[in-house]
C-alpha cells in the first residue's frame, strides 16, 4: 500500500508542472520526481552529467532544478534514447551521447530487461526479477562502452553534478569516470544492498570505492525496501572532502 501512495504522490507532483505534464501526457515519459528534494540541496549547478540517462526521467528533473545548466546524458540503448531526444528537442542545453560509460572501450553485450530502465551490462539475477516483477531478462544487444574523458575534454563547467545510474554497473562506470572525477563537486549514485544484478559491487563497495578518492557521503535518498522491510537500494549523494 505504502508503494502505491508514493506513486500517486508522485503523479500529481509531475501533473502539476507544466513541462514534466507534458513529457508525460506526449511521450510517457515520467519525471524523476523524487531526485528534486536532493538536487535543491546542491545550490546553481552549471553542469549536470547523466549517466544512465533511460528516457530522460533524471535530466527533466535536472532541467527543473537548474534551468541554465549544460546537461550531458549517456544511454546505450536505441529506443530509449529516441523517447529521450523527442522530449529534449528543443532544448539546445542537453547533449545525448548514445553510449554507455565503462572502464574501457569497445562493445559489450547488454542484457535487455522487460522494462528497459532495468536492463544492464551485467547478468539480471533471480532477486532483481523476484523483487520487481516485469523486469526478467528478454535477450541481449551490442551496445558501445567509452570513457568519460572522451567526451568532456578538458572538464565540465562548475560547479557539476555527476549522476549515475545503471543498473549494477555502478563500480565500472565509476572507474570509466576516474579521470574526470575531479570535474565534479557531487556524485549522486544508486547503489543496491542486495545483488540484484549477477557479479555487482554492493553499496558498501562503492562507498569504499569513492571515499579512497577523496569522496565522503553526505546523504542517502529514497531508499526502496522488499515487504519484510528490508533494504534493497537508495540513492547515495558524495560530496569531496
Not at 503523479?11 to 528534486?36: D, F, K, Q, S
Not at 578538458?154 to 576516474?178: M, R, T, Y
Request: aromatic share 10%; charged share 20%; with cysteine.
Amino acid at each position: 500500500m505504502s508503494r502505491f501512495l508514493e506513486r500517486a504522490r508522485k503523479l500529481i507532483h509531475i501533473l502539476c508542472i507544466p513541462e514534466w505534464r507534458h513529457a508525460l501526457l506526449a511521450y510517457r515519459v515520467a519525471a524523476g520526481a523524487e531526485h528534486a528534494v536532493v538536487l535543491k540541496q546542491l545550490g546553481e549547478l552549471q553542469s549536470v552529467v547523466d549517466i544512465g540517462a533511460n528516457r530522460g526521467q533524471f535530466a527533466l528533473a535536472a532541467r527543473r532544478c537548474f534551468p541554465s545548466a549544460e546537461i550531458i546524458s549517456f544511454e546505450p540503448l536505441s529506443m530509449p534514447a529516441g523517447k529521450y531526444r523527442s522530449v529534449f528537442s528543443d532544448d539546445e542545453r542537453v547533449i545525448l551521447h548514445e553510449v554507455a560509460i565503462g572502464p574501457s572501450m569497445g562493445d559489450a553485450h547488454i542484457h535487455l530487461s522487460a522494462r528497459d530502465d532495468s536492463s544492464s551490462l551485467l547478468p539480471i539475477s533471480e532477486a532483481q526479477s523476484n523483487l520487481f516483477p516485469g523486469t526478467e531478462g528478454i535477450g541481449t544487444v551490442v551496445v558501445k562502452v567509452a570513457l568519460l574523458a572522451a567526451f568532456l575534454g578538458d572538464g565540465v563547467h562548475q560547479p557539476a553534478l555527476l549522476k549515475i545510474d545503471v543498473q549494477g554497473f555502478e563500480l565500472q562506470a565509476l572507474s570509466g569516470c576516474e579521470p574526470r572525477l575531479g570535474c565534479f563537486d557531487w556524485i549522486y549514485v544508486e547503489c543496491s544492498f542486495v545483488e540484484l544484478y549477477s557479479g555487482q559491487a554492493l553499496a558498501d563497495e562503492v562507498i569504499a570505492w569513492l571515499q579512497v578518492r577523496g569522496w565522503a557521503l553526505s546523504g542517502v535518498y529514497n531508499m526502496l525496501f522488499d515487504r519484510a522491510g528490508k533494504a534493497i537500494q537508495a540513492d547515495f549523494l558524495f560530496s569531496k572532502r
